[in-house]
């Protein structure tokens, strides 16, 4: 039996996301790193307060985990899956870094 994938590539992001999926995108960075730059319809889930607000996040559908270069959320996807049992998730390969490099080069960087 072949094991789900627990990342996602910008790449195939934004392929799903032109397609209309729906999709939750969750970011896990700071206020600052948000407000500076972020995907559009993304919510600012800071990793600092993550488990208190796991409701937030939703338990069917594909949920992307988001943060600037794919660690922070790396280990909220990982909290989610082992944690919460959560088959849903997965973590954004290379972060809004990737998304820059591989989508949108007009995408802010920092």
């Known amino acids: 039996m072949e094991s789900a994938p627990l990342e996602i590539t910008a790449a195939e992001l934004h392929r799903r996301l032109q397609a209309g999926h729906d999709l939750q995108l969750i970011d896990v960075r700071e206020p600052e790193e948000y407000d500076y730059c972020h995907l559009p319809g993304s919510q600012l889930v800071p990793l600092s307060k993550f488990t208190r607000r796991t409701t937030e996040i939703r338990e069917v559908g594909p949920v992307i985990v988001i943060c600037h270069h794919g660690v922070r959320s790396g280990q909220a996807a990982g909290y989610l ?30």
Do not use: C, I, S
Request: proline fraction near 7%; charged fraction near 20%; hydrophobic fraction near 35%.
């Open 81 to 110: 899956r082992q944690r919460l049992g959560r088959t849903n998730v997965l973590n954004l390969r290379g972060g809004v870094a990737a998304w820059a490099e591989q989508v949108d080069p007009t995408f802010p960087t920092y």
